[in-house]
């Protein structure tokens, strides 16, 4: 059973940039980052195949971030770059075993990290 440890988040001013680390332990086929702002339904923001890199970004998000994996530490990273106010929500990280439209399905989520933008 896949655990996942998030960290990362924070407050940064339009503009800045933030990285968030997930930390998973256990056998996985794909991860991805997922938002949820307040009033608003969770979405996709970027997937990646476990080892095999990345397959979608949201399209509000393409050009400023970026997700990548350290196999060997079995953390997955989303660096955010050129951060916008509409970026502010609650970031979680997932593990699943299905990609379905390229974004991986995730079956566990971790706690979540929140991202504010100033």
């Known amino acids: 059973h896949v655990q996942l440890v998030e960290s990362g988040g924070g407050s940064v001013q339009a503009g800045g940039s933030l990285k968030l680390s997930c930390v998973a332990s256990?056998?996985?086929?794909?991860m991805g980052w997922f938002r949820q702002a307040t009033g608003k339904e969770r979405e996709g923001v970027a997937s990646l195949y476990a080892g095999g890199g990345a397959l979608y970004y949201a399209d509000s998000v393409k050009g400023r971030f970026s997700i990548s994996e350290d196999i060997d530490n079995g953390t997955v990273y989303l660096q955010m770059n050129a951060l916008k106010p509409e970026d502010t929500g609650m970031y979680y990280c997932?593990?699943?075993?299905?990609?379905?439209?390229?974004?991986?399905?995730?079956?566990?989520w971790g706690q979540g990290t929140q991202v504010t933008v100033s």
């Open positions: 256990g056998y996985t086929y794909c």
């Open positions: 997932a593990a699943g075993l299905t990609i379905y439209g390229g974004v991986c399905q995730g079956n566990t």
